[in-house]
Nanobody, 111 residues
Framework: QEQLVESGGGLVQPGGSLRLSCAAS????????MSWYRQAPGKERELVAD???????NYADSVKGRFTISRDNLKNTVHLQMSSLKPEDTAVYYC?????WGQGTQVTVSS
């Protein structure tokens, strides 16, 4: 059964950094765009960033210049490096690919 497995969330102070990871099967990783979404309490789920199979990237305006999405082709893993975090980045972050969602990982930015 295909699945996406996320890791790396947690509590961080404003201005801090976190790295999220999403592990996928080789089939999914090699053939599909990999994306990160987030959902804050009371808000709709929104796209944060995605990366194509050839490495092209796309970011939400709210995270441009602060977040970086990348692919580790040896480990079939996508990373989301988050820097200069703000309280408004607090949300559950989800990995998505090929109609599959990860279980979600909580990111809380608070002093």
């Amino acid at each position: 059964q295909e699945q996406l497995v996320e890791s790396g969330g947690g509590l961080v102070q404003p201005g801090g950094s976190l790295r999220l990871s999403c592990a996928a099967s080789r089939f999914i990783f090699s053939n599909y765009v990999m994306s990160w979404y987030r959902q804050a309490p009371g808000k709709e789920r929104e796209l944060v960033a995605d990366i194509g199979t050839a490495g092209s990237t796309n970011y939400a305006d709210s995270v441009k210049g602060r977040f970086t999405i990348s692919r580790d082709n040896l480990k079939n893993t996508v990373h989301l490096q988050m820097s200069s975090l703000k309280p408004e980045d607090t949300a559950v972050y989800y990995c998505y690919a090929r109609f599959l969602w990860g279980q979600g990982t909580q990111v809380t930015v608070s002093s």
